[in-house]
């Protein structure tokens, strides 16, 4: 068995692992990324729509050129890159990380580290989680299984296609599938709102006259081998509503239902996961419970825009910094979700440096406001054009303006939304 | 002239791979028909995975004690064939002391057919033996001699080994007549292929009754029984660490809590007759039943936990037992129907009932000098230590590229499987796992396919799900006229 010993070890090299990378060799310290797959990158490589970058590089990307921009970047830096490489497990010896990985050429390998960076991503949602009835015939893919097929490979899933959900991917496949030739029948959202971003049910859905039913749901899957046909069943006021179900023939489903972080190497060294984003619970500091291990990008909670996931990398990768160097923040306190939102990310604040948070609204919403409070008293109140679930909302808090009231180790931040 | 074997096995689901695989053991030219593309494919696919206790029939049935005898056969067959099998223990847990007095009547079957180390149980041990019990139970039954396995890796087990003692296997064979003819049956597949055959040992499960009357022997209806089951995560709290049975209805053993061997948990099944053989489709008033009833027996049991759902079929005879029998109206025609629960654990007992027959019969059974009970093991990464792992890289690198990352299946495990003849993807899913875990495939299909492709020379248009239509991908960007729907 191989050993390594690096100061940080980074778990995964897509958009998350190799900012918080770049930003902590930066700062000169040595690092070190695996990535399982053969290529930096990660899922931005088979995302070949443009509107990634918009934030971070102020012009539009496609994913694979939003990644290059990256991997150049970490090229440049003194980072130690092994791909085809996956990490089975983290041991916690406290004062060091023992973290076990192996690949085909290197057999298994022990790094030992100071800190790790959990930057993982997500995974899709599947049939079974959505526990949609009706036969199991082949033909019933996510839409970023169909996704790599079609763009990496050249592969097309099938000729007449229905998405279930409205979120990005299954509406850029949407696009995809209809520039490729296949008839895309219609996407089916069990919401009475759109799951993506708007920008994606104009440029993917309008532009292409593809129905979306809205509160609607795919009630049964037909087809012995393969799909021949879905029910799709409306809900009024949440509730099917069986007799004005109707049918339409297809012979492939797309599954775009939502993402879930994948934290199961997290799971094992003892982190403790978020019942509201499925990510790690994290400080202020963006640090698990287990000292030492952080969290960044999809596997915290899925982010809407890459340029969100790198923002928070890079800030992950400061904060590793001031860990090397004996400078992590002070005391944290906790966060709590407000009214109408879904879920706030970090889940504790500190007073000794600015705070930036993340939120997901439960409600759709022209001219909300959000609304902090310390301990029961408001201390900001901003108003929000326009507010739903599929856009996260940040909210940034300055130092001075929790310093300035008395905090004690009961003190609950809790940030709203009003309608 | 068309193959002439001693025995034709029609079916390969576990039941026909036991037969197979005792009849191996003999001089015998033997091949196994079967109309999938794959072993294991039909009723076995969706079986349970129960070694059961040996309680839940009385001794007057066949069938009861076919499954003492197969409970007891398994801890070699595991020696041999290294498929996952664990005896856990089955506890069923009454609620009321109407369902004590139901319990108390499966303890006496146990005690009477002679399942070891049954016991009953009062309510503090059954919430020592199992923890996650639910608070209310009154009581209950304990079969230690009770347990699990993986269904399709029993079988496909059992089929590796007949095949390693020269058995035959023809997949894609759906037997469409069989005349008998001089002492010899002659065997017509609906795609043409012909065989010839003495014996002829149906074993087509669901359709058994089809089979007997193509060849013109009894008449009887296999009636179906649905039933629907759902598969939770790995980390999910319910998984228990016996089966738990609640008190069975008159229909059926009822919807239990199983912790397969692989740590999933399975929720299931229902049970409902049914018409159409081939309807394989779950519903949700099944889904709610099911963990309604699961969470009655283990109140952890979640929703949020769900990977997959699928269906089952038991095929069932009027009277509720086995069939097995020489046919009364064809010569060497051994029926061997109606092999619903308990027939995974009955099966190498069936197989030893099914050789005896023939023999009885006047089939002349000589040992082969050279037969081998065991297959080669192949390595899993996942059931491997860091050290062996490291060993099985540096022998084969392909033991370092894992596929699958839900389950953690690597390059060498995929090429096992491919190599032994399971190159579908669900041959493979069942052979390796990968694909069965919380992704269900989302990340690692397109990666087997391409090893399918390497190892087979197919292109990607040849790859199926399990055979039949059921492609994956049949256009390349292109094959499309484009601009259609603009």
């Known amino acids: 068995m191989k050993k390594i010993e690096r100061e940080v070890l980074i778990i995964g090299g897509g958009s998350a692992g190799m900012a918080a990378a770049a930003e902590i060799a930066e700062k000169g310290h040595s690092v070190v990324i695996v990535e399982r797959e053969s290529t930096m990158g990660g899922i931005l490589n088979q995302c070949i729509h443009n509107g990634f970058g918009l934030h971070r590089f102020k012009e539009e990307l496609t994913g694979p050129e939003y990644a290059e921009r990256y991997v150049n970047i970490i090229n440049e830096l003194p980072i130690d890159q092994y791909t085809g490489m996956t990490v089975t497990e983290i041991d916690d010896q406290k004062d060091f990380k023992l973290v076990y990985a192996f690949s085909s050429h290197e057999g298994m390998v022990e790094f030992k580290v100071k800190a790790v960076v959990l930057a993982m991503g997500c995974r899709e949602r599947n049939r079974g989680n959505i526990g949609t009835p009706g036969s199991r015939p082949s033909g019933v893919f996510t839409a970023g299984l169909a996704q790599r097929l079609v763009n990496i490979d050249g592969l097309i899933p099938g000729k007449k296609c229905v998405i279930v959900g409205s979120g990005d991917i299954g509406l850029i496949m949407a696009r995809r599938l209809s520039w490729v030739g296949a008839d895309v029948q219609a996407v089916v959202e069990i919401q009475p709102y759109p799951a993506g971003l708007t920008r994606n049910i104009v440029q993917c859905l309008n532009d292409f006259n593809i129905p979306l039913h809205l509160s609607h749901i795919v009630s049964k899957i037909y087809g012995k081998d393969r799909v021949e046909g879905v029910d799709i069943t409306p809900l009024i006021d949440g509730i099917e509503a069986p007799v004005q179900t109707f049918h339409i023939d297809c012979d492939t489903l797309l599954l775009s239902v939502g993402l879930v972080p994948d934290n199961e190497v997290s799971k094992k060294a003892g982190v403790i996961i978020s019942n509201q984003t499925s990510g790690p619970a994290v400080d202020g500091n963006l640090m698990t419970n287990v000292e030492g291990i952080f969290a960044c990008g999809n596997v915290l909670h899925v982010h809407d825009l890459v340029d969100f996931v790198t923002e928070e990398s890079i800030r992950c990768g400061s904060y590793v910094n001031s860990y090397l160097e004996g400078k992590t923040k002070g005391s944290q306190y906790s966060v709590m979700a407000g009214a109408n939102v879904r879920y706030i990310t970090p889940n504790k604040f500190t007073s000794d440096s600015d705070n930036k948070f993340y939120l997901r609204s439960m409600i759709v919403k022209n001219q909300a406001e959000l609304v902090v409070s310390l301990d029961g008293r408001e201390i900001i109140r901003k108003k929000q054009k326009h507010v739903q679930p599929s856009e996260m909302i940040s909210c940034e808090i300055k130092a001075d303006l929790l310093k300035s009231t008395g905090l004690n180790e009961k003190s609950r931040l809790e940030i709203g939304l009003k309608s | ?486």
């Open chain 2, 1 to 486: 002239m068309p193959e002439t074997y001693d025995v034709t096995v029609i079916g390969a689901g576990v039941t026909g791979a036991a037969i197979a695989r005792k009849l191996s053991s003999y001089k015998l030219k033997t091949v196994v028909v079967e109309k999938e593309c794959d072993v294991s494919f039909g009723v076995s696919k969706a079986n349970s995975g129960i070694i059961h206790g040996g309680f839940h029939h009385d001794f007057s049935a066949l069938k009861s004690r076919l499954e003492i005898r197969g409970n007891i056969l398994f801890d070699q067959l595991k020696e041999e064939l290294h498929f996952p099998f664990k005896r856990c223990g089955i506890v069923v847990a009454a609620f009321s002391s109407d369902e004590m007095r139901t319990v108390e009547k499966l303890y006496e079957n146990g005690i009477q057919n002679g399942a070891v180390g049954i016991e009953l149980c009062n309510h503090d041990r059954m919430l020592y033996l199992e923890p996650k019990l639910n608070k209310d139970v009154v009581g209950g039954l304990f079969a230690p001699g009770g347990g699990i396995v993986e269904p399709y890796r029993l079988v496909f087990s059992l089929m590796e080994s007949a095949k390693k003692n020269g058995v035959e296997l023809l997949t894609k064979f759906k037997v469409k007549s069989g005349t008998l003819k001089n002492d010899l049956y002659t065997i017509e597949a609906e795609d043409g292929r012909n065989i010839q055959s003495r014996w002829v040992i149906n074993a087509a499960g669901l359709y058994c009754d089809e089979i007997s009357c193509i060849f013109g022997a009894e008449e009887y209806t296999i009636n179906v029984r649905k039933g629907e089951e759902f598969l939770l995560d790995k980390n999910a709290t319910a998984y228990t660490s016996r089966v738990v049975f609640p008190v069975p209805s008159k229909d059926s053993k009822g919807m239990l809590v199983i912790p397969t061997v692989e740590g999933t948990t399975m929720v299931g099944p229902t049970a409902t007759i049914i018409d159409n053989k081939e309807d394989y489709s779950t519903t949700k008033e099944n889904f709610k039943k099911i963990f309604s009833s699961a969470r009655r027996l283990v109140p952890v049991v979640s929703e949020r936990d769900i990977t997959t759902s699928f269906t089952g079929m038991r095929p069932t005879l009027e009277g509720d037992d086995f069939y097995i029998e020489m046919s009364k109206k064809k010569d060497r025609f051994i029926q061997v129907a109606g092999i619903q629960s308990p027939g995974l654990t009955a099966s190498p007992a069936i197989a030893e009932y099914v050789k005896d027959i023939m023999k009885r019969n006047g089939l002349e059974l000589i040992e082969k000098p050279d037969y081998d009970p065991n297959i080669d093991k192949v390595p899993r990464f996942r059931n491997s230590s860091k050290e062996e792992i490291d060993k099985l890289i540096e022998e084969n690198p392909a033991y370092g590229e894992i596929i699958c990352r839900c389950e953690n299946i690597t390059e060498a495990e995929i090429i096992a499987s491919i190599r032994e003849g399971h190159d579908s993807l669900d041959g493979i899913k069942f052979y390796t796992r990968a694909r069965m875990g919380r992704c269900q495939g989302g990340f690692c299909t397109y990666k087997i396919m391409k090893i399918v492709c390497r190892e087979t020379g197919c292109s990607m248009n040849d790859i199926t799900k399990r055979g039949g239509e059921s492609w994956i991908v049949n256009k390349k960007i292109g094959d499309f006229t484009t601009g259609s729907k603009s």
